[in-house]
């Protein structure tokens, strides 16, 4: 992986995990550049394939019998959520799709 490729990875990690940890009040996303894009959106398609969130999931990996799954069924949907919306996000940019910026969104739900 070139060094460029791999500083973009680097962005798309923390984002992933801004977004799953949730936003500060008016804080908005950030959107890949076009550069980003495939970089954004491969690594959106590798971690969601690399995530295994039930005993069944992970019973269909070779050599990971009897090992946990990743996560919560609930922490995985989550997962998988920002996965799609950044990857498609990713794919968007690097077809050279102009991106509206998404409004800003609480981090919680009031109740």
Not at 70 to 86: F, H, I, K, Y
Request: net charge positive; proline share 7%.
């Amino acid at each position: 992986m070139s060094l460029s490729l791999a500083n973009h990875a680097q962005v798309f990690l923390r984002e992933t995990t801004r977004r799953l940890l949730g936003r500060q009040p008016g804080q908005r996303a950030k959107l890949p550049t076009r550069e980003e894009g495939a970089a954004w959106a491969g690594a959106a398609a590798y971690l969601a394939g690399r995530l295994q969130v039930s005993e069944e999931e992970v019973g269909h990996v070779p050599g990971h019998e009897g090992r946990k799954a990743d996560m919560s069924p609930a922490a995985g949907a989550a997962m998988r959520a920002v996965l799609a919306e950044m990857g498609k996000e990713g794919g968007d940019a690097a077809a050279g799709v102009v991106l509206p910026h998404p409004i800003a969104r609480p981090s919680y739900s009031p109740h």
